[in-house]
C-alpha cells in the first residue's frame, strides 16, 4: 500500500512540475550555493560577498575593476518578469536581453536617477539610498512596465522588432565598484536553465518528511530543465481529506 501511494506521489509530482515548471520563477545567480569571495562562472570580475552581521550573500564587482555578468537564458520576448534587488547608493548598471540583434534594455541605480527603461529615464516615488531596492521589469502585451519597491515608475510601447523573439542571454555590463546585486530572478514563458544548467541542492538534510496533518515536505526534488541539467526545488504538499492524495502547495515552491 505504501510502495502504491509513493508511486502516485511522484505520478502526481511529475504531471504538476509539467505544468508549472514553465512559470516558475528562476534565480539567475544562485548565490547561497557559493562560498564567500567566490569568483561566479558567469561572471566577470565578479566576486560573492556575505554581510558578517546577516550572512546575506551578493555579488559586486572585484577592487579597481569594471564587472560583467554573462547568464544563458531562455526567454520568450512576449511576455516575462525580471526581479532583481540593488544597494541604492551605488552605481548603476546596464542591463540587456539578447536575441540576435535585438536588444531589450533597462537599468537602476545612482539613487535612483539613473534608472531607466528602453533609454526612458524614470524617478521612482520611492528609493532607499541606504538600503536595498527591488526593481521589476514586467512585459506584456507589447508594454513593458518598470516599478520600483512595488511602485510604478514607468511603462513604454516596445517596438515590434522584440516580440516574437527569444532571448537566449541576459547580459549586466559597465558594473561599477561598490555595486552589489542581491538578487536577479526571472520569469517567463519559457523555461530558463541555472548558471552552469544544474542548481546545486544547499546543504543539509534533503529527507522528505511526512507529518499527521497530512504535509509532506520535500526539501530537494529534481527537475529536469530545456538545457540538459536540472533544477532543485523545495516544495511542500498538503493531503487531500479522507483521500491519498496530495496538492501541490504552489505558494512553497522555491529553487535550492
Known sequence: MLIKTAIQLLCSL????????????????NLATYAEDTR???GENMVVIQNEKTAEKSLTPIAGSKGKLDIPINLNGNSFEINFEIYGGRPSAAFALIADEVTFSFSAGY????ISLEGNQGSPPVWQKDGKNLIKVLVSNGVAKLYANDA????VTINEKK?????????VTNIGGGYRLYSLKIKGGSDVPAPSGTTTPANGDCMATYTGDGKIHIPCLSVPNAFGGTNVYDIQMQQQPGKMTFDVDMNSIKPR
Open 14 to 29: 511529475v504531471f504538476v512540475f509539467g505544468q508549472t515548471l514553465a512559470s516558475a520563477e528562476t534565480d539567475l545567480l
Open 111 to 114: 539613487y535612483g536617477s539613473g
Open 163 to 171: 516580440l516574437n523573439v527569444t532571448y537566449t542571454k541576459l547580459s
Open 152 to 155: 510604478f515608475v514607468q511603462k
Open 40 to 42: 561566479v562562472p558567469y
